[in-house]
């Protein structure tokens, strides 16, 4: 159990409407990370917050939005979902921004649209 | 941009002997941290070992250590008295710093399989 807990585990919801992710980081980790895993695209980083704020965004679509909170669990929006957003969904957190920070992963977010 | 290379997407190790999984990466950056991460059927992503960039010693965790060629770019896992629990997906990874932030960039995989 890498302390990083992600719900819901599975969701199957249908094209076009939007879905919220939601992540608890460990305890006294600052920052916040999302990735996604898909077949075709690999595992792909969305987006960084630490302590609140965004610091650093990947090859995250604009229908997708994320944010994160003063107590620090973080959520991730995905709207006007597509076939293509089908994919496990990662939450990862770390102590803070130095390099050389351990990312640990939650068990993910499976995410299957119909 | 940085990259990492996987060249293996598939591999097979009978139980108790040793495999090694190659790693590539380009980068220009000269401080660095790499990682090799498991992915059990389970999905899970679970962190095997890093290595820091400046560091010359090889990282090792009990059964698994690492073959870190900084020149050449290369970092290779090596697992040793291989058990069914290791049949997973591994992913290398590279980690870089921007100002104020950090990201992990992966390779595509390698699925290793442990044949009893």
């Known amino acids: 159990d890498s302390g990083v807990t992600q719900t819901p585990k599975h969701l199957i919801t249908a094209t076009g409407q939007r879905v919220t992710l939601r992540c608890s980081p460990r305890?006294?980790?600052?920052?916040v990370y999302w990735y996604q895993q898909s077949l075709d695209q690999g595992l792909q980083f969305l987006i960084h917050y630490y302590n609140g704020e965004e610091r650093a965004k990947g090859n995250i679509l604009e229908r997708f939005s994320a944010q994160q909170f003063p107590d620090l669990h973080s959520e991730l929006n995905l709207s006007s979902l597509e076939l293509g957003d089908s994919a496990l969904y990662f939450c990862?957190?770390?102590?803070?921004?130095?390099?050389?920070?351990?990312?640990?992963f939650g068990e993910g977010s499976w995410l299957t649209v119909v | 941009a940085q990259t990492v290379t996987q060249s293996q997407p598939e591999m097979s190790v009978q139980e108790a002997e040793t495999v090694t999984l190659s790693c590539t990466y380009d980068t220009s950056e000269s401080n660095y941290y790499l990682f090799w991460y498991k992915q059990p059927p389970s999905r899970q992503m679970i962190l095997v070992i890093r290595q820091e960039a400046y560091k010359q010693q090889n990282a090792t965790e009990n059964r698994f250590s690492v073959n870190f060629q900084k020149a050449a770019k290369s970092f290779s896992l090596k697992i040793s008295d291989s058990q069914l629990g290791d049949t997973a997906m591994y992913f290398c990874?590279?980690?870089?710093?921007?100002?104020?932030?950090?990201?992990?960039?992966f390779g595509t995989g390698t699925r290793l399989t442990v044949i009893p």
């Open positions: 990874a590279f980690m870089k710093t921007q100002t104020g932030a950090n990201n992990l960039f």
């Open positions: 305890s006294g980790d600052l920052s």
């Open positions: 990862a957190s770390s102590v803070g921004t130095g390099i050389g920070n351990t990312i640990y």
